[in-house]
């Protein structure tokens, strides 16, 4: 993630387009509403995250409503409520996404079980 403007949005599996390329390939510049990663045990490292941490400021940045942000091995949800600072909720079993996306509520006691 490192040198990426901010107006460069990361698309899973890998597609990046920045603003010169965009113009060419006649892409509208959008965001999701909402993204949600998943972390691996060894994506959960202090660079691993820092990444994770790093992405997700980015698409927040380019108008992303939600991002959410799931590491399994600590039980723990980083949640990005569009232009607000992330919250930490541990062990949620429900996720409930608010205003941001309200039809959406997660169950995360599947997820924790294993």
Known sequence: MEGLQPRCVPDPPGLLVGPHRRAALDFAPLCRDLLAELASPIDE???GLTIYSKKMALYQANGARLGLLHL????VVDVWPGSKAPQRLERPE??????EIPALRLNLGEIWAG
């Open 94 to 99: 429900v996720l409930d996404a608010g205003r």
């Open 45 to 47: 490292r202090p660079k």
């Open 72 to 75: 399994p091995e600590e039980r």
